[in-house]
């Protein structure tokens, strides 16, 4: 089981605003580590989304935004569109277990 | 064009051994760190290993410490991770991502396939 919670599930109409929490502890998130999110489509391999807490790398939308306040971090997506369906991962440094850590992912459905 | 490819992935009987590659091309392969993440059937994301630029440092998720091995060869522009005493629970698609700062990848492979199953 992973130390980063993520809902299972969000789900939103097209051009909705969803947004995902990744809620960690005092030994990740809340120990001032970098949050990051990574999008899954389908059979695919995983794509950087969101680094540094809150960096777009080029290349990906501004529709998709992060935040990080203490021991959680957030995922929005505003204007949901049907190609965001997919799977969608945070991930941390965890200092008690000396290992970058994985959230237990959430997959958006776009109604 | 940036790149990364796996190969090596297989079935494998329990307690036995596999060597999964990853070839590196578009890019500066020794001046990045390098990860393996993998991902069990059905499952989410488990980090496994990084190395550093120069092969100096490598770090290990505890289930696999002990067991694998991940190295690079900068000359030959790969990455590689040696996996030992294979268990039922290491089956998953095993990815190469080129690591660009605190953990985060933002190349990946298509991933190679283990299966461990006797």
């Known amino acids: 089981q992973s130390v980063l919670t993520q809902p299972p599930s969000v789900s939103g109409a097209p051009g909705q605003r969803v947004t995902i929490s990744c809620t960690g502890s005092s030994s990740n998130i809340g120990a001032g580590f970098d949050v990051h999110w990574y999008q899954q489509l389908p059979g695919t391999a995983p794509k950087l989304l969101i680094y540094g807490n809150s960096n777009r790398p080029s290349g990906v939308p501004d529709r998709f935004s992060g935040s990080k306040s203490g021991t959680s971090a957030s995922l929005a997506i505003t204007g949901l569109q049907a190609e965001d369906e997919a799977d969608y991962y945070c991930q941390s440094y965890d200092r008690s277990l000396t290992a970058y850590v994985f959230g237990t992912g959430t997959k958006v459905t776009v109604l | 064009e940036v790149q990364l490819v796996e190969s090596g992935g297989g079935l494998v009987q329990p307690g036995g051994s596999l060597r999964l590659s990853c070839a590196a091309s578009?890019?500066?392969?020794?001046?990045?760190?390098m990860s393996w993440v993998r991902q069990a059937p059905g499952k989410g994301l488990e980090w496994v290993a990084n190395?550093?630029?120069?092969?100096?440092?490598?770090y290990y998720v505890d289930s696999v410490r002990g067991r694998f091995t991940i190295s690079r060869d900068n000359a030959k522009n790969s990455l590689y991770l040696q996996m030992n005493s294979l268990r039922a629970e290491d089956s998953a698609v095993y990815y190469c991502a080129r690591d660009v700062g605190s953990g985060s990848t933002d190349v990946w492979g298509k991933g190679t396939t283990v299966t461990v199953s006797s």
């Open positions: 578009g890019f500066s392969f020794s001046s990045y760190w």
């Open positions: 190395t550093k630029q120069d092969g100096s440092g490598k």
